[in-house]
């Protein structure tokens, strides 16, 4: 008997009772073992699912041991750490050219005013067949270097007095040890602006025919640079007195078999470097007095205490109607001492170590109203006090989420930081005070988001907290978004610090700070660091005169 599939309300019509019910327990049962294999798949699925995310974390963990133990090995070698993400690309993805998508117009190829600059005139003459006409000359530029090394006899006169006192002729300025000016000049260029190493400096000067030790090389980069050194102390001051704004950072440094840190202090028309044992606020605070020494008990430095939640009682033992000013710590510290305060108590003293300090730097007129932008240190928090955008968007960055929709949360924080930093960029343009207040309920509205991915919570609340400090834009528009600037300067430090390594006395470390800071001084005022060179070691044959630099900058200011 031939079997036909009938739709199911024919069928059942047609069917007994008993073919009835032992066709709806086999529906029954088929959806029943259907069931079963949903619930087996969904069982399965969720096991995969649980799986995948302890592997995700499991290999986040083992992430966050192989940095630490990268780290690890690079302070036993005393190298830095390298951070754990790259670098994320929104200052210049945000940027005037990437937005506008046109690329800068191209710079100009081939000599520029070389018609005003001709030292030299020679004329070629050519062999030409009998009846010929002369048509002029046809002028070609070339620019060359001439190198060539000079041995000079000075015949100094020496002459007897009636007296029996000998007068010898003097020798011309800046010769010391039997090496002349230009030498000088030329070893600085090649040091601080050439990142040349002291050992290649001395083999080069050896083969072009300057017979000199190592040695002699470093004394011509460290010694009697008192000139410049004051020079760049006097940029530093007239910077902190006149800029609108000062980015710092610091990074490490070797000196003397130990480490140190280098400070950098700039704005956009001076750059200084500092490099000292320690990278605390009150060093920092000791770096922005400059020259300065003494301490200052007024106004300024009894808020700065303030906000640091010393104790009142300790502050009413030195409030007085007539600011307190001490030369030196000597004294400071005995008056300290005499209302009471345990001076040898670090955690008591430092407080007021840095309030006296911030007083003096109040006092002399330095920072003033200048805005500090740094990347969130803590030892650079004083005064008016803004955060740097890229290293707070740097934070997403760190951190490690272990399951998809934790990543999606993280990449749409991104997105909306990226798209707000934009929106900033364009108020630093043209501000407005409509425009401010919309930033404002703007950065509220991405900063209050809750994802549940607790890490993300936690760090837009704490951005959050900082609002004032990540919009010190909105009041000062001249303020840096970043410190890109501090980087940079500080990426030439580092360099020489990898090829050059560490120093050893304190003329060289001095030195090497006070010429790098001088170096990039040059640079961001358009000066050529060459010519400032001649001018200051006093060259004759220099026609290339530069102003005093701390001048330039409070008149750039």
């Known amino acids: 008997m031939t079997k036909r599939r009938l739709p199911m309300a024919e069928h059942a019509d047609t069917l007994s009772l008993k073919a009835l019910r032992e066709l709806v327990t086999g529906l029954v049962e088929r959806a029943d073992r259907a069931d079963a294999r949903i619930e087996k798949l969904e069982a399965e699925n969720q096991r995969l699912r649980d799986e995948n995310d302890q592997l ?142 002291t050992q290649r400096m001395t083999t ?76 605390s606020r009150l060093n920092f605070l000791a770096l922005l007095r400059g020259n300065y020494q003494d301490y200052v008990l007024n106004d300024a430095a009894f808020t700065f205490l303030e906000d640091r939640q010393v104790d009142p009682a300790l502050l ?28 040898f108590d670090r955690d008591i003293i ?85 425009a401010a207040r919309g930033l404002q309920v703007r950065f509220d509205r991405i900063f209050s988001i809750r994802t549940g991915y607790r890490d993300l919570d936690q760090l837009l609340l704490r951005l959050k907290r900082r609002k004032a400090e990540l919009l010190r834009v909105l009041e000062r528009p001249e303020t840096p978004l970043n410190t890109n600037a501090s980087e940079r300067d500080l990426r030439g430090f580092v360099i020489k610090r990898k090829i050059s390594g560490g120093t050893v006395s304190r003329n060289g470390r001095q030195a090497r700070d006070s010429m790098l800071g001088l170096m990039k001084t040059c640079q961001k005022l358009g000066l050529s660091f060459w010519h400032y060179l001649g001018d200051r070691l006093g060259m004759g044959d220099d026609d290339h005169p530069v102003p005093p630099l701390p001048s330039m900058v409070a008149a750039r200011a």
């Open 316 to 343: 009413a033992r030195l409030s007085t109607h007539e600011p307190q000013r001490f030369a030196n710590q000597v004294p400071f510290l005995a008056y300290l001492a005499e209302k009471g305060i345990d001076i």
């Open 350 to 434: 430092r407080p007021f170590a840095e309030a006296g300090i911030w007083g003096s730097i109040r006092h002399h007129g330095l920072v003033g109203n200048a805005v500090i932008v740094s990347d969130d240190a803590g030892q650079f928090r004083v005064g008016t006090h803004a955060l740097c955008w890229v290293h707070a968007e740097r934070l997403l960055h760190k951190l490690m989420p272990a399951t998809p929709r934790q990543g999606k949360h993280v990449e749409t924080l991104r997105e909306l930081i990226w798209l707000f930093y934009k929106q900033l960029k364009n108020y630093q343009r043209s501000p407005g005070r409509r």
């Open 56 to 197: 995700r974390l499991e290999n986040t963990r083992l992430k966050i041991d192989n940095q630490l133990l990268r780290d690890e090995i690079a302070r036993l070698k005393n190298l830095p750490p390298r951070p754990p993400f790259r670098p994320s690309g929104m200052e210049k993805a945000t940027g005037g050219k990437t937005l506008t998508g046109k690329n800068p117009a191209p710079r100009p190829r081939g000599p520029k005013n070389d018609t005003k600059r001709v030292t030299r005139e020679e004329v070629l003459a050519v062999n030409v067949p009998p009846g010929s006409r002369f048509k002029g000359y046809k002028d070609c530029f070339v620019r060359d270097l001439v190198l060539r090394v000079e041995v000079v006899r000075y015949r100094r006169e020496c002459w007897v007095t009636p007296e029996g006192d000998t007068i010898i002729a003097p020798l011309p300025v800046g010769i010391r040890g039997g090496f002349g000016l230009n030498l000088r000049r030329f070893c600085l260029m090649l040091h601080a602006h050439g990142q040349v190493t």
């Open 204 to 279: 080069l000067l050896n083969d072009v025919g300057v017979e000199i030790s190592k040695r002699q090389v470093v004394r011509l980069l460290t010694e009697r640079l008192d000139g410049f050194h004051a020079e760049d102390a006097a940029v530093l001051h007239a910077g902190l007195v006149s800029a609108p704004y000062v980015t710092v950072d610091d990074t490490g440094a070797r000196h003397a078999n130990r480490n140190f840190y280098t400070t950098h202090i700039g704005g956009e028309h001076f750059t200084a470097f500092r490099t000292t044992s320690s990278k």
